[in-house]
């Protein structure tokens, strides 16, 4: 069933998907109360007519029961802190939604903290990246069932909706994963199924880089003459949108990221790599799963930081593409 009821969201965490998620949901008419460390993005977007708080407690005050609060930090310490942080300050009924990309097993763990408290915890796996305003963000979540109904009309609102794209052959088009978001299963669950998408993502984006870097070589001085191609990469990704079994977003950022800069100067081709790669690996060997080509780029992005190729460039510019990733190269 489709909610098109207002609600009212709190949203921890103003970077660059936390304060696009707000005005996405504030365009569809749900209100939003506002908090972060910082206090330029809480003005901005109280200027565009969010609720601002000036601490956790100020916040919480923003928000009627039963409260949901969305916890849109960096993974690790930080959603670790605020979380915690978020149980003492709630109270029973609330709920807490962790957005960010936590690992599985500390959804887990924290839900059982929370639940002490009789507050609610659903943890929500979220790619869509700095194009998520306009493109919406693709949802997977874990926690209560119930709990998660009642929260649809947030994630309807975030999610892409069907966006010109017919549900399946087969399928009725009634689930919400035809409107790009699923309720995974339990705690957890949202966050595992993000980890394993992140970690496909590593494989594919590894696959155009390796592909594009085979067509850029195919000019090398060291080859025969006749077996030279000088293959226009721009144009040769401009075709491969049309009608290729592998068009993707991927290789449409991937041709944007040509036109602007055709031979990658812009970057060095350090690729770092957010932690849901090893942990998809981590998840296969516990499962006896065998995974040799999430695997294999998951170790070229350490290796990478090591020598530098046209392929690790091209990784680099999709990360940057998608999430706005630029890369840190630590000092020595």
Not at 23 to 32: I, N, S
Not at 150 to 178: C, H, M, Q, V, Y
Not at 285 to 290: H, T
Request: neutral net charge; hydrophobic residues 40%.
């Amino acid at each position: 069933m489709r909610h098109r009821r207002s609600m009212q969201l709190g949203m921890i965490g103003l970077g660059r998907m936390g304060s696009n998620m707000v005005r996405r949901l504030m365009k569809a008419g749900h209100q939003c109360a506002v908090y972060d460390l910082s206090d330029a993005p809480v003005k901005q977007l109280v200027g565009q007519g969010a609720l601002g708080g000036a601490s956790v407690d100020d916040f919480k005050k923003l928000l009627q029961a039963p409260r949901a609060v969305w916890v849109m930090v960096p993974s690790g310490d930080a959603t670790e802190t605020m979380v915690r942080k978020l149980i003492d300050t709630l109270e029973k009924g609330d709920t807490i939604i962790d957005g960010g990309n936590s690992f599985y097993k500390d959804d887990v763990r924290r839900s059982k903290l929370a639940a002490e408290k009789g507050i609610d915890y659903v943890d929500a796996g979220t790619s869509g990246g700095v194009w998520g305003f306009e493109r919406g963000y693709c949802l997977m979540i874990g926690g209560p069932k119930d709990t998660v109904q009642r929260l649809d009309p947030i994630f309807n609102a975030l999610a892409p909706g069907e966006s010109g794209i017919a549900p399946s052959p087969g399928r009725d088009g009634k689930s919400t994963a035809d409107r790009g978001y699923l309720h995974c299963g339990p705690s957890g669950a949202g966050h595992f199924a993000k980890m394993v998408h992140n970690g496909i993502e590593y494989g594919l984006m590894q696959a155009y880089a390796e592909g594009f870097d085979i067509l850029k070589n195919k000019n090398s001085d060291k080859l025969d003459p006749d077996l030279r191609y000088d293959i226009n990469l721009a144009d040769l990704a401009e075709t491969w949108r049309r009608g290729s079994v592998i068009g993707s977003w991927l290789l449409d950022l991937t041709a944007m990221a040509l036109v602007e800069d055709p031979e990658l100067k812009g970057y060095t081709g350090w690729v770092e790599d957010s932690g849901e790669g090893r942990w998809t690996i981590e998840a296969a060997i516990e499962e006896a799963v065998p995974a040799e080509v999430l695997a294999a780029s998951l170790f070229a992005r350490f290796r990478s930081r090591q020598e530098h190729t046209y392929a690790e460039k091209m990784l680099s510019a999709m990360r940057k593409g998608f999430g706005g990733h630029v890369e840190h190269i630590p000092k020595t």
